[in-house]
């Protein structure tokens, strides 16, 4: 067993893991953390998807041990706090533009495309097409998840510092110090 | 097959309420927990105590297992127990087929893990239960097994030959069944073979529908929690109320100690309408060590192990007349069950037999399948089941005898389709359509897509050669939906009806919980439903809830697949409340001092016709009913409801497909340009969720033409084992799909839906295909085998052939022998 300290979603966790031990399955089995999913053995499908120190991974790809002094950030990590907490941006959209229908890719798919819009603000419909396509649903045919990415991006780019309506998690690297903040 | 009438039927016609809420785009309820991480999924569930099993699965496809020792492997840390077949001989039965389709049918018998001999690579041999999911895991890899080999069956065409191989040894051939529907026989059609050799053109071909496989991204999962002789089942399924009947037979634990919970499901399509082995052994074991058991698959085993899809060898000949009138349809279909019978296997093929006309008034048919056993994992359900086949035979076969004639494909399909003045229309399979306009329909998707723009260009890169073709494919489709009138499926002999159940609570609060036995997993049956309740008891929206999939709370229901939810389901929650507004009206009237006669209910509220603004509303009536301390004598102070419907017919979505599609003839890369469908699935309750179910359908159906399949190597071994092989298309692989409706409500049911969850998989295959042939026909190819891959597409344009396996090619010439009135053009596809 091995030592890691690590931050998921703002909370501080030491714990000891088998050195094996993948990232997904330290979050869901350690942490209880089970709004990350496994869909895949083979990093095909990015239901996993979290982010590592503000970098989408997909977390069946990357040992536990390897978070060891890092900041993770899950679906569970980017609304405010408690029940009404504030969505994110790309959950409100991904409600919105009814970009999900089991729900199960969901979490991957906002995580991967948070870490889009960081690093592409304003992406075309090629460009987010491309930009997810590590990340698979079998149920929207993805026109609708490429609708709501590109509804968030136009407000994330729009939204004015304190808009309530706006939540302060506008990207990513925003998202943990939010979490961070409330802690 | 045609709409069951039964005058004597004591149920009063319902009628809707004016639609508010109906018709509304509202955002899911759904969605709440399921972009915040808060969804409950079977593998999410931890309980005291509970174990971890892991199945060790054959690698080898048909084999005696000679030796079989798990004794290390009990003997691994953590390790509680380790059962193989032996261990269960005794106690796990056969895994159901409910649908023997034919009286002969053979049915071998599906044990849930192997005892002494393996049909198919992935079955279990031997399971470890262990305190942990890697202790499980590992100590697998301890269990001893040889396998004597046996020869293996895999090709369908050769499987049905005499001095085949047997997958089963315990029967005398590999057919499990041979099933006809003849129309001359059946009273609703002429004579076929005397149609064909009437007729002055035939057109034959044979298709090959490849094997597929569902991939709902949640793979299965399953838990078991017994207490003492009481069961609780979590289960990533469909099906809980089927599954609770039969894993209660199955087991023999009674059913009234079972209960079965579907938690939040992530996704199914036909996939996860099954009672798996592995649900099976979890019960077994659990009753065996009285301890709650969890079983997650990983994606690898889900492939190799969860049910398969398609996979038929389809034979079509098409006779017509010179000027295009269509005379006969037959069709001869070899469908691969893999190894064993599962639930509905042998009924897939049936569901599509009467599906094979399609839109088009042929005056003679006849159906014909064999159902062949392989050393393969089964086939059974997977979106469409049956009517994507069919839909596929029949709509490239149209465009054949389009070009066997010189006609547009379009214009031929104009001059044999049903008109919207026909309706309802019986057709030569006995089916009663009930609603449509399939020009309207087409009309729109040409405008949709911008038809003679395309067509000008196509005409312009054929005159300068361009290297990169354009075609233009049409699917002008329909499908039976709605499943299913219980009599029907009686005259089928399905082993279950085809009803649906609903209740309504009346809290005393005013809220409503609304119970369905209609089972989502992604439909959105929570916000659809709400939809419905809100204007039937003119209620808020946000004022109810609902609740399935858990057999303990909805003790009813047939749960969801063959887009019966809404059409069957959907009524069923409309006759509940409507019972609950005629038990409410009788508590309003004696509130009100008033005759019922006297009353009217109009936005939620009783009141005395003729003075709106003063009376009851049906919350407060609620609240009046719980205290209970006036209301009239000789009725039950409640105003709860339940319901079950049964349909008297199907319902018939249709709808027009048109796919724009660019070939690289250097490259054999094809490329969606533009794809446009116009549906007409009746009443629509909430657009955004039917848009949202055309695009998924769209996305699976492209697939099945452009990217999937489950292949097989000569061994047996599955090589498309993962999603590294198995090439779900993602994001960048899939169009833009432009979408749009046309509406005639189903006059089956009161709230005129016609069901659509299956639509866009079944209509868009056969339309892609067409696209890429229309692209390359003047190149002399008249077939390209499913998935268009670059290179089948190339060896189809340079090597002649459908650009598929040799061996199939060489069956090919020598498989059609139902076609022997047929033209040269059978042979085509073959020429080198």
């Not at chain 2, 899911?28 to 991480?37: F, P, S």
């Not at chain 2, 079972?258 to 938690?263: E, G, K, Q, S, T």
């Not at chain 2, 016609?754 to 692209?775: F, Q, Y």
């Given at each position: 067993?091995?030592?890691?300290?690590?931050?998921?979603?703002?909370?501080?966790?030491?714990?000891?893991?088998?050195?094996?031990?993948?990232?997904?399955?330290?979050?869901?089995?350690?942490?209880?953390?089970?709004?990350?999913?496994?869909?895949?053995?083979?990093s095909?499908?990015?239901?996993?998807?979290?982010?590592?120190?503000?970098?989408?991974?997909?977390?069946?790809?990357?040992?536990?041990?390897?978070?060891d002094?890092?900041?993770?950030?899950?679906?569970e990590?980017?609304?405010?706090?408690?029940?009404?907490?504030?969505?994110?941006?790309?959950?409100?959209?991904?409600?919105?533009?009814?970009?999900?229908?089991?729900?199960?890719?969901?979490?991957?798919?906002?995580?991967?495309?948070?870490?889009?819009?960081?690093?592409?603000?304003?992406?075309s419909?090629?460009?987010?097409?491309?930009?997810?396509e590590?990340?698979?649903?079998?149920?929207?045919?993805?026109?609708?998840?490429?609708?709501?990415?590109?509804?968030?991006?136009?407000?994330?780019?729009?939204?004015?510092?304190?808009?309530?309506?706006?939540?302060?998690?506008?990207?990513?690297?925003?998202?943990?110090?939010?979490?961070?903040?409330?802690? | 097959?045609?709409?069951?009438?039964?005058?004597?039927?004591?149920?009063?016609?319902?009628?809707?309420a004016?639609?508010?809420?109906?018709?509304?785009?509202?955002?899911?309820?759904?969605?709440?927990?399921?972009?915040?991480?808060?969804?409950?999924?079977?593998?999410?569930?931890?309980?005291?105590?509970?174990?971890?099993?892991?199945?060790?699965?054959?690698?080898?496809?048909?084999?005696?297992?000679?030796?079989?020792?798990?004794?290390?492997?009990?003997?691994?840390?953590?390790?509680?127990?380790?059962?193989?077949?032996?261990?269960?001989?005794?106690?796990?039965g056969?895994?159901?087929?409910?649908?023997?389709?034919?009286?002969?049918?053979?049915?071998?018998?599906?044990?849930?893990?192997?005892?002494?001999?393996v049909?198919?690579?992935?079955?279990?041999?031997?399971?470890?239960?262990?305190?942990?999911?890697?202790?499980?895991?590992?100590?697998?890899?301890?269990?001893?097994?040889?396998?004597?080999p046996?020869?293996?069956?895999?090709?369908?065409?050769?499987?049905?030959?005499?001095?085949?191989?047997l997958?089963?040894?315990?029967?005398?051939?590999?057919?499990?069944?041979?099933?006809?529907?003849?129309?001359?026989?059946?009273?609703?059609?002429?004579?076929?073979?005397?149609?064909?050799?009437?007729?002055?053109?035939?057109?034959?071909?044979?298709?090959?529908?490849?094997?597929?496989?569902?991939?709902?991204?949640?793979?299965?999962?399953?838990?078991?929690?017994?207490?003492?002789?009481?069961?609780?089942?979590?289960?990533?399924?469909?099906?809980?109320?089927?599954?609770?009947?039969?894993?209660?037979?199955?087991?023999?634990?009674?059913?009234?100690k079972?209960?079965?919970?579907?938690?939040d499901?992530?996704?199914?399509?036909?996939?996860?309408?099954?009672?798996?082995?592995?649900?099976?052994?979890a019960?077994?074991?659990?009753?065996?060590?009285?301890?709650?058991?969890?079983?997650?698959?990983?994606?690898?085993?889900?492939?190799?192990?969860a049910?398969?899809g398609?996979?038929?060898?389809?034979?079509?000949?098409?006779?017509?007349?010179?000027?295009?009138?269509?005379?006969?349809?037959?069709?001869?279909?070899l469908?691969?069950?893999?190894?064993?019978?599962?639930?509905?296997?042998?009924?897939?093929?049936?569901?599509?037999?009467?599906?094979?006309?399609?839109?088009?008034?042929?005056p003679?048919?006849?159906?014909?399948?064999d159902?062949?056993?392989?050393?393969?994992?089964?086939?059974?359900?997977?979106?469409?089941?049956?009517?994507?086949?069919?839909?596929?035979?029949?709509?490239?076969?149209?465009?054949?005898?389009?070009?066997?004639?010189?006609?547009?494909?379009?214009?031929?399909?104009?001059?044999?389709?049903?008109?919207?003045?026909?309706?309802?229309?019986?057709?030569?399979?006995?089916?009663?359509?009930?609603?449509?306009?399939?020009?309207?329909?087409?009309?729109?998707?040409?405008?949709?897509?911008g038809?003679?723009?395309?067509?000008?260009e196509?005409?312009?890169?054929?005159?300068?050669?361009?290297?990169v073709?354009?075609?233009?494919?049409?699917?002008t489709?329909?499908?039976?939906?709605?499943?299913?009138?219980?009599?029907?499926?009686?005259?089928?002999?399905?082993?279950?009806?085809?009803?649906?159940?609903?209740?309504?609570?009346?809290?005393?609060?005013?809220?409503?919980?609304?119970?369905?036995?209609?089972?989502?997993?992604?439909q959105?049956?929570?916000?659809?439903?709400?939809?419905?309740?809100?204007?039937?008891?003119?209620?808020?929206?946000?004022?109810?809830?609902?609740?399935?999939?858990?057999?303990?709370?909805?003790?009813?229901?047939?749960?969801?697949?063959?887009?019966?939810?809404?059409?069957?389901?959907?009524?069923?929650?409309?006759?509940a409340?409507?019972?609950?507004?005629?038990?409410?009206?009788?508590i309003?009237?004696?509130?009100?001092?008033?005759?019922?006669?006297?009353?009217?209910?109009?936005?939620?509220?009783?009141?005395?016709?003729?003075?709106?603004?003063t009376?009851?509303?049906?919350?407060?009536?609620?609240?009046?009913?719980?205290?209970?301390?006036?209301?009239?004598?000789?009725?039950?102070?409640?105003?709860?409801?339940?319901?079950?419907?049964?349909?008297?017919?199907?319902?018939?979505?249709?709808?027009?497909?048109?796919?724009?599609?660019?070939?690289?003839?250097?490259?054999?890369?094809?490329?969606?340009?533009?794809?446009?469908?116009?549906?007409?699935?009746?009443?629509?309750?909430?657009?955004?969720?039917?848009?949202?179910?055309?695009?998924?359908?769209?996305a699976?159906?492209?697939?099945?033409?452009?990217?999937?399949?489950?292949?097989?190597?000569?061994?047996?071994?599955?090589?498309?084992?993962?999603?590294v092989?198995?090439?779900?298309?993602?994001?960048?692989?899939?169009?833009?799909?432009?979408?749009?409706?046309?509406?005639?409500?189903?006059?089956?049911?009161?709230?005129?839906?016609?069901?659509?969850?299956?639509?866009?998989?079944?209509?868009?295959?056969?339309?892609?295909?067409?696209?890429?042939?229309?692209?390359?026909?003047?190149?002399?190819?008249?077939?390209?085998?499913?998935?268009?891959?670059?290179?089948?597409v190339?060896?189809?344009?340079?090597?002649?052939?459908?650009?598929?396996?040799?061996?199939?090619?060489?069956?090919?010439?020598?498989?059609?022998?139902?076609?022997?009135?047929?033209?040269?053009?059978?042979?085509?596809?073959?020429?080198?």
């Open positions: 067993m091995t030592q890691i300290n690590v931050r998921v979603d703002g909370e501080s966790y030491t714990d000891d893991v088998e050195p094996r031990t993948l990232l997904v399955h330290y979050l869901r089995e350690q942490l209880g953390k089970v709004g990350t999913v496994v869909g895949c053995d083979t095909n499908c990015g239901a996993c998807t979290v982010h590592l120190d503000g970098q989408a991974v997909k977390s069946c790809t990357v040992l536990a041990v390897q978070a002094g890092s900041q993770v950030t899950t679906i990590g980017i609304a405010g706090e408690g029940i009404g907490g504030t969505l994110h941006p790309v959950q409100r959209a991904f409600h919105e533009m009814h970009g999900l229908q089991c729900g199960f890719c969901t979490p991957g798919m906002i995580m991967a495309s948070i870490d889009l819009l960081k690093e592409n603000p304003d992406p419909e090629t460009e987010v097409r491309e930009g997810i590590g990340n698979l649903c079998r149920c929207t045919g993805y026109q609708n998840i490429v609708r709501a990415v590109q509804q968030a991006a136009a407000e994330m780019r729009g939204a004015a510092p304190g808009d309530p309506d706006t939540s302060p998690a506008a990207v990513d690297t925003a998202a943990a110090e939010h979490v961070v903040a409330q802690s | 097959m045609t709409a069951v009438e039964d005058p004597a039927a004591p149920d009063t016609p319902v009628q809707m004016p639609a508010k809420e109906v018709g509304q785009a509202r955002r899911r309820k759904e969605d709440a927990r399921l972009i915040t991480g808060e969804t409950q999924w079977t593998d999410n569930i931890v309980l005291p105590g509970m174990l971890h099993m892991a199945m060790l699965r054959s690698p080898v496809a048909h084999a005696r297992i000679t030796h079989l020792d798990v004794s290390a492997a009990k003997d691994r840390p953590n390790v509680v127990a380790v059962y193989t077949g032996a261990d269960f001989a005794e106690e796990q056969s895994l159901p087929c409910a649908w023997p389709v034919t009286p002969d049918m053979v049915n071998p018998g599906h044990p849930s893990i192997a005892v002494d001999q049909n198919h690579v992935g079955e279990a041999v031997a399971v470890v239960v262990a305190r942990t999911r890697t202790a499980a895991a590992d100590a697998l890899e301890a269990i001893d097994v040889d396998y004597e046996l020869p293996v069956v895999l090709d369908m065409e050769q499987a049905v030959q005499a001095g085949s191989p997958v089963h040894d315990s029967i005398s051939s590999n057919t499990s069944y041979h099933f006809v529907f003849d129309a001359g026989e059946a009273g609703t059609g002429a004579d076929t073979d005397q149609a064909f050799a009437d007729a002055e053109v035939t057109v034959s071909r044979r298709f090959v529908q490849q094997r597929l496989i569902p991939a709902f991204m949640e793979p299965r999962s399953v838990v078991v929690q017994p207490t003492r002789d009481n069961y609780t089942m979590w289960s990533a399924t469909q099906i809980p109320h089927v599954l609770r009947v039969m894993a209660a037979m199955v087991t023999g634990i009674p059913e009234h079972l209960r079965v919970i579907a938690p499901v992530g996704g199914g399509f036909g996939g996860k309408l099954q009672v798996n082995p592995e649900e099976i052994l019960l077994l074991v659990a009753r065996r060590l009285g301890r709650p058991v969890k079983w997650t698959e990983t994606r690898g085993e889900s492939l190799m192990a049910h398969h398609r996979d038929q060898v389809q034979f079509i000949d098409v006779a017509a007349d010179r000027e295009g009138n269509v005379k006969g349809l037959r069709c001869r279909i469908a691969d069950m893999g190894a064993y019978l599962r639930l509905i296997t042998p009924g897939v093929p049936v569901l599509g037999a009467f599906m094979f006309p399609g839109i088009y008034k042929f003679a048919y006849r159906f014909e399948c159902g062949v056993f392989t050393n393969k994992v089964p086939t059974d359900a997977y979106r469409g089941a049956g009517r994507p086949e069919a839909t596929f035979a029949i709509e490239r076969i149209m465009d054949e005898l389009a070009a066997e004639l010189g006609m547009d494909p379009l214009e031929l399909r104009r001059k044999n389709w049903i008109g919207a003045e026909e309706f309802p229309f019986t057709t030569v399979a006995g089916l009663e359509y009930d609603s449509g306009d399939y020009a309207q329909a087409t009309e729109q998707a040409l405008e949709l897509i038809y003679d723009e395309l067509r000008a196509q005409q312009r890169r054929r005159e300068s050669n361009d290297p073709q354009l075609g233009i494919g049409f699917s489709f329909t499908e039976m939906c709605g499943l299913a009138p219980s009599r029907v499926l009686g005259s089928l002999a399905y082993g279950a009806g085809g009803w649906e159940s609903a209740s309504i609570r009346m809290l005393p609060t005013g809220k409503v919980e609304v119970v369905t036995g209609s089972t989502p997993h992604g959105g049956h929570e916000t659809a439903w709400s939809q419905l309740v809100a204007d039937q008891l003119g209620v808020p929206f946000e004022d109810v809830e609902v609740l399935h999939g858990d057999t303990a709370i909805s003790s009813r229901g047939m749960d969801t697949y063959g887009s019966r939810s809404l059409v069957v389901g959907g009524t069923a929650v409309v006759k409340a409507e019972k609950v507004v005629q038990k409410a009206r009788a309003a009237a004696h509130l009100l001092e008033a005759s019922e006669d006297d009353l009217e209910f109009t936005g939620g509220k009783f009141s005395v016709k003729g003075t709106p603004g009376g009851i509303g049906i919350q407060e009536v609620a609240l009046a009913v719980f205290a209970a301390h006036d209301y009239p004598e000789g009725i039950e102070p409640t105003i709860d409801a339940e319901a079950t419907y049964d349909p008297v017919n199907f319902s018939f979505p249709h709808g027009t497909h048109i796919c724009a599609m660019e070939v690289d003839t250097e490259t054999g890369f094809v490329k969606i340009r533009k794809y446009a469908s116009v549906d007409d699935v009746g009443t629509i309750v909430n657009p955004l969720i039917v848009e949202g179910q055309m695009h998924g359908g769209l699976q159906g492209i697939a099945q033409a452009l990217y999937e399949e489950a292949i097989y190597d000569a061994d047996g071994n599955l090589t498309t084992g993962s999603f092989d198995y090439l779900l298309p993602s994001a960048a692989d899939l169009p833009h799909f432009d979408t749009g409706n046309t509406v005639h409500p189903a006059p089956g049911n009161p709230i005129g839906a016609k069901g659509v969850g299956e639509a866009g998989c079944i209509a868009s295959t056969p339309a892609v295909v067409n696209a890429a042939l229309d692209a390359v026909r003047h190149l002399g190819v008249t077939d390209i085998r499913m998935p268009l891959t670059p290179e089948r190339w060896r189809a344009m340079h090597q002649g052939g459908d650009g598929g396996d040799r061996a199939a090619a060489t069956s090919n010439a020598q498989g059609v022998t139902s076609s022997e009135a047929a033209t040269a053009s059978v042979t085509e596809g073959d020429q080198q």
